[in-house]
C-alpha cells in the first residue's frame, strides 16, 4: 500500500509540474515568442556531387553512410596534392566531413567561406533585389569576413537554413586536453559570436575558457571547440520545450565527437549548456560509452534522461546552476512530449557536483572570475580534486 501511495504521489507531481510548465509558458507568453525551426539534417551540402566524382578513379566515402573511422582511413591513402584538389572542388563536403584531417577542413571552410561571401557581395548590388535583399546579403557577407580573419581554424560551416559553423580555438591536433562546446537557443551563425552577451555564445565561452586553462595550466597545449552544429530552437517556444530539434542535433553531436577520435584527438571534455545538454543526452549514449573523457551540464532544463545510468557513458557527468539562473524555476518534467525530465542537479541524478556559486544569471557560467569557469577549467585539465 505504501508503494501505491508513493507511485501515485509521484505521477500527482508529475501531471503539477507539467501544469506548471505549461502555466510559466503561458504566462510568460513563451508559446508565443519562439518561432518553430527547420532543422538541417543529413550529409554536408554538396554530397550529391561529391558522390559523383570519379576524378582520382577512387569511389569517395559516401558522406550520409560512411562512419569518420572509414572518412580518415580513405583520406590516409591519398596524397597531399589528392587531398587538396578533393577540398578545391567540394569545399563545402570536405569542410564538413567527420574523419578528414583537421588542416584539410581548415583550409576547405577557408575556400568555402570566400566562395559564399563573394556571392552575398554579388548579390548586395544585385539590381534585382530589394533594398531588403541587398541588407541582408552584407550582414551575411561580414559574417563570413569576420570568419576569415587570419587565424581563424573553421571546423565546419554550413550556410543552410540560419547557417552553422565549429571554430577550433588552440591546435587540436596537438592539445593535450580538449573540450567542445554545445550551446543551447537562439544560436546560429549570426549569433555565434555576437558582441552582445559574449558569454552567452559559444565563441565567447570557447575564448573564456581557453583563456582560463592557459591561466590554470600554462604552458599545457589546449584546445576548445565551439560547436554551432545544430538548428537551435528560437525564443520560448514548442521548440524549446520538446525533444525535436535535440532528436536532429544529436546525431551531428556523435558524428562530431567519432571524427575527433578518428583523427586522433584527445577524447573531450563535453560542455553542454541549456537546451544543448538535451541535445548531449541524445547524443552520448550513440557513443558506445565512449567518445569523451567528461561530461558537463550547466543550466540545462534537463536531459531526457531519467539518471546518469541512462547515458550509458564511462565519462564522468559533472552538473552545475547558479541560484539565479532562472531556468531553475522551470518544473523538471516530462510529459506529452513536453519538458526535459529529471534535473541533473537533483541528487538522484547520479552527477557530480560542479558549484557555480559566483555565476550570474543563465549565460554568465564560463565569465571571467566565476568559480564555475575555473571548476570547468579543473575538469578539462583533468584536476577533479580541485573541483570545489
Not at 575558457?209 to 552544429?229: D, H, N, Q, S, Y
Not at 545544430?230 to 524549446?240: E, K, M, N, Q, S
Not at 513536453?338 to 538522484?348: K, M, S
Amino acid at each position: 500500500m505504501s508503494r501505491l501511495r508513493s507511485a501515485l504521489g509521484r505521477s500527482r507531481r508529475t501531471l503539477v509540474g507539467a501544469a506548471l510548465a505549461l502555466a510559466v509558458a503561458a504566462g510568460t507568453g513563451g508559446w508565443a515568442a519562439g518561432t518553430a525551426q527547420t532543422a538541417v539534417t543529413g550529409p554536408p551540402p554538396g554530397a550529391a556531387a561529391w558522390r559523383a566524382d570519379h576524378s582520382l578513379g577512387l569511389r569517395l566515402p559516401d558522406p550520409a553512410t560512411a562512419a569518420p573511422a572509414e572518412v580518415a582511413r580513405f583520406f590516409a591513402t591519398l596524397t597531399g596534392r589528392q587531398q587538396q584538389a578533393l577540398a578545391a572542388r567540394h569545399p563545402l563536403t570536405v569542410g564538413n566531413l567527420d574523419g578528414a584531417p583537421l588542416a584539410l577542413r581548415y583550409r576547405a571552410n577557408s575556400l568555402a567561406l570566400r566562395a559564399e561571401r563573394d556571392d552575398r557581395l554579388a548579390r548586395a548590388t544585385d539590381p534585382a533585389g530589394t533594398l531588403q535583399d541587398h541588407r541582408q546579403a552584407r550582414a551575411a557577407a561580414r559574417r563570413y569576413t569576420a570568419l576569415l580573419a587570419p587565424g581563424r581554424r573553421i571546423l565546419a560551416f554550413d550556410p543552410r537554413g540560419r547557417g552553422q559553423v565549429a571554430e577550433v580555438h588552440g591546435d587540436l591536433a596537438a592539445a593535450a586536453h580538449t573540450a567542445v562546446i554545445v550551446p543551447g537557443s537562439d544560436i546560429d551563425l549570426a549569433s555565434f559570436d555576437r558582441a552582445r552577451d559574449p558569454y552567452g555564445t559559444p565563441s565567447g565561452m570557447a575564448r573564456s575558457l581557453r583563456a582560463e586553462l592557459a591561466a590554470e595550466a600554462p604552458g599545457t597545449p589546449t584546445a576548445v571547440i565551439a560547436w554551432a552544429g545544430y538548428t537551435t530552437p528560437v525564443g520560448l517556444g514548442p521548440d524549446a520545450a520538446t525533444g525535436r530539434l535535440a532528436e536532429a542535433g544529436a546525431p551531428r553531436l556523435a558524428r562530431l565527437l567519432s571524427g575527433l577520435a578518428a583523427v586522433g584527438a584527445r577524447p573531450p571534455a563535453v560542455l553542454c549548456h541549456s537546451y544543448g545538454s538535451v541535445v548531449c543526452g541524445l547524443a552520448v549514449p550513440r557513443l558506445g560509452g565512449g567518445g569523451l573523457a567528461d561530461l558537463i551540464v550547466l543550466g540545462s532544463p534537463g536531459m531526457r534522461r531519467d539518471s546518469v545510468a541512462e547515458l550509458h557513458t564511462r565519462a564522468r557527468v559533472w552538473a552545475g546552476r547558479d541560484a539565479s539562473d532562472w531556468i531553475g524555476n522551470l518544473p523538471h518534467v516530462e510529459l506529452l512530449g513536453l519538458g526535459h525530465g529529471t534535473d541533473p542537479t537533483d541528487p538522484a541524478f547520479g552527477a557530480r557536483r560542479l558549484p557555480a556559486v559566483r555565476a550570474k544569471g543563465h549565460t554568465g557560467y564560463l565569465a571571467p572570475g566565476t568559480d564555475s569557469l575555473r571548476n570547468v577549467a579543473s575538469v578539462v585539465l583533468g584536476r577533479y580534486g580541485a573541483v570545489r
